[in-house]
């Protein structure tokens, strides 16, 4: 099994940045990907970027591209996601997860437990 941790969740100004980020602990040796999705109240759960945890590939959701960067560090089984230009509906509960390099939230077998995110206007 693998955890995930995930902190740097607050309340921004829109425009305003925020960093979140994703510790994983156990069997981190067998990380294919990760990803980060995020879902608003009364919202289904969304995908916002995935990374590969070797090669590094990135794939963002539209609606971030340009905004946000996922990162990782495999030394300390961390994956980063930098959000940037703020806006209010960016405004959810970001959970990361680890599974295969994709869009679809079925495809993410371990998830955190979340880390909220408010952006005012």
Same mark, same amino acid.
């Given at each position: 099994?693998?955890?995930?941790?995930?902190?740097? =969740?607050?309340?921004? &100004? $829109?425009? @305003?940045?925020? /960093?979140?980020?994703? %510790? *994983?602990?156990?069997? +981190?040796?067998?990380?294919?990907?990760? =990803?980060?999705?995020? &879902? $608003?109240? @009364?919202?289904? /759960?969304?995908?916002? %970027? *995935?990374?590969?945890? +070797?090669?590094?590939?990135?794939?963002?959701?539209?609606?971030?591209?340009?905004?946000?960067?996922?990162?990782?560090?495999? %030394?300390?089984?961390?994956?980063?996601?930098?959000?940037?230009?703020?806006?209010?509906?960016?405004?959810?509960?970001?959970?990361?997860?680890?599974?295969?390099?994709?869009?679809?939230?079925?495809?993410?077998?371990?998830?955190?437990?979340?880390?909220?995110?408010?952006?005012?206007?």
């Amino acid at each position: 099994q693998v955890q995930l941790v995930e902190s740097g =969740g607050g309340l921004v &100004q $829109a425009g @305003g940045s925020l /960093r979140l980020s994703c %510790a *994983a602990s156990g069997r +981190t040796f067998s990380i294919g990907a990760m =990803g980060w999705f995020r &879902q $608003a109240p @009364g919202k289904e /759960r969304e995908f916002v %970027a *995935a990374i590969t945890w +070797t090669a590094g590939d990135t794939y963002y959701a539209d609606s971030v591209k340009g905004r946000f960067t996922i990162s990782r560090d495999t %030394a300390t089984s961390t994956v980063y996601l930098q959000m940037n230009s703020l806006k209010p509906e960016d405004t959810a509960t970001y959970y990361c997860a680890v599974g295969s390099y994709s869009a679809l939230a079925r495809d993410y077998r371990y998830w955190g437990q979340g880390t909220q995110v408010t952006v005012s206007s």
